[in-house]
Every structure is written in C-alpha cells, then in structure tokens.
C-alpha cells in the first residue's frame, strides 16, 4: 500500500465520516427512527434489572449487550457531571411510552456505536474489494459504501442493521483467508465467529455461514485439511455465538418462541416492496425522499456480478456472496412485511462487485487518471441529491414536544400551572426542568376533566386517534375548553397514532392552550360561550400499554384537586411493535 492509496484511504473515511454525523444529534432528546426503541428499551430492561437475560428473544442479544456495556463503561462520568448513578435516571421498565427513554445519552451512546459500525462496514467494504481484485477496486468500493443511501440513512441511528452488515463483511472477508490465505486455520476461526457474532446480532445473518462453508469446501486442498478447516470454523461460530447470545443454550425454548413470534408478524403486516424501495423511494420509515440505492448502483453492481464470474480469479469469491445473497433473499421475499432493511446486508457486497468492474475498467484503459476522476465523481453525482436531503433533514430534526418545552420555558412563569396530556409522551425529565408552580400529567381521559377545574394556566394537548378511528373531542368538551382557552402555539403536523405501544415520532401536533383569564376560578362550572373558531381534533384513548412505574412520581410530584366524573372514556387498545 503506498502513500497516494493510504491518503485515498483516509479521505473516503472521513467523508463518510462527514455524511453520518449529523444524525447522531438529531430529534435528540427523543429518537429520530422507530427501530431505536426496540434496541434502548431491552438495554434499559438489562440496565434496570440488573440482569444478563433479554425482555425479549425476537431480536437477537448482542445490540442490546453492546449498548448496555457502554452504558456501563460510561456510567462512572454520567456520575461525575449529574452528581447520581446513571442507573437512577433510567427511564421505567417496562415502558408505559415508547418513545420515552432517558436518559439521554444511553441514545447518544447507541447511536455513536451504530456509527462507528457503520464506519467500520466501509472499510471492510474496502477490504475484501482489495483482497480480491486489488487497491482499484478496494478504494472504488469504499468508496460508494461511504455514500449510498441505504447505508448512510442507518448509519448514526439506534438499529441492528450496520452491526449485521460489518459481522458479515468480516466472515467473508476471512473466508477468503481461510480458502487460500497464508494463516487458512487461523482465518478458518475468525470467518467462523464473524458468522456467530453475525447471527446474534440479527437471525438471518446466520446465513453468512454458508458461504463460509462453501469457500472451504471449493479450497483446492486435501479433503483432509478442508474437514479440519470446517471444524474449526463451525467451533468458532459456536462459541461466538453462545458467547453473544448465552439465551440460545440457556434458554432455546424462549428464543424458538421468539422467532415464531417475530416470523407470524412478517407473515400478518403487508408491507413495501423491494424493488420500489430499491430504485424509487426508501423504505417508508426513513426521512429520504430518494432509492435506497438507484437503477445505476444496481447496473453496475450486476456488470460486476457478470465480470466477476466470467474470470477465474474472482469467480470462487463471487459465487460464495452469490449463495449468500440468493438465500437471503429465499428467506425474506416470502413474507409480507417488506422493509429494505432485511437486505441491507446485500449493499456493501454490491458495492465490492461494483469495485470488481471498475477494476477491469481500470485495466482496460491506458489513461488510469481519467478512470480515477471518473470513479471518484461518479457516486457522488449518483447520490449527492438524496444524500443533501437527508443531511438537511436532520440537521434541521426537531422534535415537536422539544419546541413545546422550549416556549414553555419563555413563557410560563414560577407561579404558572401546566397540565399535560400523557399521550404525547413527553419526557419526564423535560417537563419536570420547567420552572413553573404546578406541574400536572394525565391520560386525556382525566385531563379533559381538569381542564373543567380552570386551576391551570396552559394546557398541553394533541390530536390523538384510536385504532378504529374517532377521538375526537366532544363537541360540548370542546366549546367549553375554547370559551375558556385560546390557542397560544402550534408545534407539528400529524396526529400522534396513539393505541398503545407506538412511535409518536417527531412531528406530531401538540397544541398549547393559554387561559384566556389568568385569574384561577374555585367554581368549576363556566358559562358556555360561543366556540373558537379554529378546530381542535384530539383522543380519547387510555394511556400506554405498560404499567406506572418510575416516571410516575414526576407526574404526580404536585398533583391536582380532585376531578369530577369523567364526561366519557375511550375504550384504548394495543398493537404489536414492529420488527427492527
């Protein structure tokens, strides 16, 4: 490797570095994508509970130990600057709010180790490109890693996805090793615990083995050598395995119901389609209005695909990510629920088969400078369009309950009373740093009928919606709360789907109501007068799916008077959580 190439190096790190940071602050303190509270919830529960055994087994262990071990390498400093063990501001388990999880830097700590797996997925990118077709390809295949889509919109939010892909990176970049490198036993293991580490990171990354075992059984050895190859990888996956995810030997009856579980979801939500995903819009979660990876990305990618098999030298490789990618792809078209996440592990090898012809390019032409300028313009005017988006996009992310707090914080004063609507889920930590007199949290259902009461000053509310439709206010609730209530600010643009266990995310709609008279009546009967004219839908459901716990004693550390009947109840209901 000489200078020119380290420098190459280097720079596409760092631009790939510089396309991925901006999501680490965004939304913050909430999450920015759904997938983030499936990991922090579990890592909470391990946190809280003191324990090694997962809240749950549809996801594989490792993400979930990974964060928590930070947490734990980083708890002495979260001492030293809040003056109280991290383990005391943990937000409740199980979590009545799914989009509460405090504090806030077990997300931030989530987020760096997704990113630094995420760069770490680019140079192994870069890595097996250069093993198998040299420095061109290497360099080229980074550096489209570095900036396609479909890898840097996952890359600094709380997801299994960029940890799966470096695992399997790494398994078939020893693969090659362990076929026809110089130490074969020695990289025979390592492929192997990548696999293992691969499936406790997310089940159909188990799958990577297979191309393992193929390398080996294709090596041009003694039959002899290749059984003592294969052992040693399958022991290796074995122990990394276990070693990750002990709950596999521990308890097998738990994972197998986990699996069940999670496999009956894909099979019931009808979801996406690949392709659509691929070449039109990503995956329906994520805030970018571009493909994953484009019409170009996949030509090239299949050009390399053909390259690859028609020459000798690649063509063993190839054909073991190939197997990979094809059984993959068995696994998953079947379901329903089609998220583009599930073959996202299919994009850094695409991007190595696109560095494979680029190398053939690059021998093909006599100008190499040319060829290299080509290579390095290339990505950039394929995904600079959807890669400015994203980046301005959280840049500018934030959240609707943070802007609430905020004008909260400038206008409510030390003698100000504030009552909150539970469902919007915003975080106790926030609402309890408001300097104000009286602080009250409700599930709507109660909070409609404090409001009655005329005690507080603002009113904190949204438009929230039930499964089966409705919610809204009724209309006498809501001429009596417009006589006596004006509309001093509006954060957000969507209902907050609120029917137990969902994302709010970050836009919903959150209505600050003032007092129109800021003298606090004891009579809670008012004159009913004509209505504000501008609407106000909200719900009526019954709060989370999870029992009170830790956060209750900020709802209820000033608690009201007493409130009389409540005028009517939603009925509530609950919903699966979407795989991550």
Known sequence: MNRAQILAGVGVLLVATAVRLPAVTGGLPYASYIDEGHVLHHVVHLLAARTWEPDTYSYPSLPFYTVAAAAVAYSPVYAALHDRPLRQDLSEDPARYYDIVEPTELMVLGRLITLAFSLGTVVMTGLLAWRVAGPAAGLFAAWLAALVPGLVARSAIVNVNPMACFFVLGALLFAEGARDGSRPRRDAMLAGAMSGLAAATKYPAALVFLSVVLALLIARIPWRERW????????????????????????????????????????????????????????????????????TFLLLAGA????????????????????????????????????????????????????????????????????????????????????????????????????????????????????????????????????????????????????????????????????????????????????????????????????????????????????????????????????????????????????????????????????????????????????A
């Open 228 to 295: 003592v190859r294969l052992l040693l990888a399958s022991g290796a996956a074995a122990a990394a395995l276990l070693l990750a995810m002990p709950a596999l030997l521990l308890r097998t009856g738990k994972v197998l119901a986990g699996l069940r579980e999670m496999s009956i979801v894909y099979s019931l939500q009808e979801a996406g389609s690949y392709w659509d995903q691929a070449i039109r819009r990503a995956e329906w979660d994520l805030p970018l209005e571009h493909p994953e990876v484009g019409i």
């Open 304 to 579: 390399g695909l053909v390259v690859g098999l028609l020459d000798s030298r690649w063509r063993s490789s190839v054909w073991g990510w190939l197997l990979f990618g094809a059984v993959t792809g068995l696994l998953v078209v079947p379901y329903k629920f089609r998220a583009f996440r599930n073959l996202l592990a299919l994009v850094p090898l695409a991007c190595v088969l696109a560095g494979l012809f680029y190398a053939r390019i690059w021998q093909w032409f006599r100008r190499p400078l040319a060829v290299a300028l080509a290579a390095a313009v290339l990505p950039v005017l394929l995904f600079a369009p959807a890669l400015h988006s994203y980046i301005d996009h959280q840049l500018r992310l934030e959240d609707s309950r943070e802007q609430a707090i905020r004008w909260l914080d400038e206008h409510a004063g030390p003698h100000d009373r504030v009552l909150f609507s539970q469902e919007l889920a915003i975080l106790p930590s926030r609402i309890a740093s408001l300097q104000v007199g009286e602080i009250d949290v409700q599930r709507w259902a109660l909070a409609k009928e404090r409001i009655r009461t005329r005690r507080y000053h603002y009113v904190v509310l949204g438009e929230l919606t039930r499964r089966r439709g409705g919610g809204k206010i009724p209309l006498r609730v809501r001429d009596w709360i417009f006589s006596n209530y004006f509309l001093a600010a509006k954060f957000g643009h969507y209902p907050t789907a609120h029917y137990g266990g969902l994302f709010n995310g970050n836009g919903q709609v959150i209505y600050v109501l003032k007092q129109v008279s800021r003298k606090v009546e004891k009579d809670r009967t008012a004159v009913p007068a004509k209505p504000h004219p501008r609407p106000l839908s909200s719900g009526a459901g019954e709060g989370g799916r999870f029992p009170a716990g830790r956060a209750d004693r900020i709802y209820s550390a000033r608690p009201s008077s007493p409130s009389p009947a409540p005028l009517e109840r939603g009925p509530g209901g609950e919903v699966s959580r979407v795989d």
